[in-house]
């Protein structure tokens, strides 16, 4: 659904999947169709239910970003202190330095 540029104007058009293929349904040009149309959109249950999941991806994407930001603090204060204890790191594990 969207307004397209047709030779001298802006009109609206549905389209729809039908047998594999995209058709274009005219609705209308004027402003009075453009409000009504914002007002059914509005009503559409499947566009309100993607806008939802939309909000919870965004949502969840902060909470990864927050998680990887405090598992890379961790690290570093894990770093030291196994160094403070006499440690060090050898091929990626942590293992302690001979007396």
Avoid: C, T
């Avoid at 058009?13 to 047998?19: A, E, F, L, M, P």
């Amino acid at each position: 659904m969207g307004w397209e540029r047709r030779r001298n104007g802006m009109y609206y058009y549905w389209k729809r999947r039908i047998g594999g293929r995209v058709v274009s349904q005219y609705v209308g040009n004027s402003p009075l169709i453009h409000d009504m149309l914002e007002e059914m959109e509005a009503l559409d249950p499947e566009k309100h239910q993607r806008q939802i999941e939309q909000q919870d991806r965004e949502q969840f994407e902060k909470i990864d970003r927050e998680l990887d930001k405090r598992q890379a603090e961790i690290r570093v204060l894990m770093k030291r202190v196994y160094r403070a204890n006499g440690y060090h790191n050898h091929n990626g594990e942590w293992r302690r330095k001979r007396q």
